[in-house]
């Protein structure tokens, strides 16, 4: 009993482990977190059809074969799910950093009546620092363009085609996909 059971935690030690890699993997740049999911879906429906056809060809045997492959599939739609969690937080915390990025190019048109060339001239009459964009596991800095001192552009990375933005007309961001 004593062997089960040590079996059985190192087998939950290496999904877990494997989850927390898969997970981390598909955070980890804008093309990843965009490739992910489809060939999470991909790999899931593969694996789903490998265990239909074994386990109809062992005429409904489990075995540890069968048992890794549902592990495994366990696995990935933990991953993926987690993966679409933490970048739907991520977004939404990055639009409240961007909000306060915002403001403070908002209050630096009142006061000089254009916007900066630089987000760099904010500081530190606006704003204490220029915070970054929270999407991945690195932390990236807002892209910002303005348009004949008349308006602006801020903006930061979903993935490598999605990109979120604000224009300051509004406390609105919009998604360009």
């Known amino acids: 009993m004593e062997v089960s059971f040590k079996s059985y935690k190192s087998k939950l030690l290496l999904y877990s482990?494997?989850?927390?890699l898969l997970t981390l993997l598909s955070l980890s740049t804008p093309a990843?977190?965009?490739?992910?999911?489809?060939?999470?879906?991909?790999?899931v429906t593969v694996l789903f059809f490998i265990l239909v056809i074994y386990i109809l060809i062992r005429k409904l045997?489990?075995?540890?074969?069968?048992?890794?492959?549902?592990?495994?599939l366990v696995v990935i739609i933990l991953s993926?799910?987690?993966q679409l969690l933490i970048t739907r937080y991520q977004i939404k915390d990055t639009e409240k950093c961007g909000d306060e990025l915002v403001i403070a190019l908002n209050n630096y048109?009142?006061?000089n009546k254009r916007f900066p060339y630089d987000m760099r001239e904010l500081i530190p009459?606006?704003?204490?620092?220029?915070?970054?964009?929270?999407?991945g596991l690195h932390l990236e800095e807002f892209h910002y363009t303005h348009k004949q001192?008349?308006?602006?552009?801020?903006?930061?990375?979903?993935?490598?085609?999605?990109r979120?933005?604000?224009?300051?007309?509004?406390?609105?961001?919009?998604?360009d996909n």
Request: aromatic content about 18%; overall charge positive; proline content about 3%.
């Open 17 to 20: 482990i494997l989850l927390i």
């Open 32 to 43: 990843t977190r965009l490739i992910y999911p489809f060939l999470a879906i991909l790999v």
């Open 61 to 72: 045997k489990w075995n540890s074969i069968s048992k890794h492959i549902l592990y495994f």
């Open 80 to 82: 993926l799910t987690l």
């Open 109 to 111: 048109y009142e006061k």
């Open 125 to 135: 009459a606006f704003t204490n620092k220029i915070p970054k964009s929270k999407m």
């Open 149 to 162: 001192n008349q308006s602006f552009n801020l903006s930061f990375e979903v993935d490598s085609f999605i």
């Open 164 to 175: 979120h933005y604000n224009t300051g007309q509004s406390n609105q961001w919009f998604s």
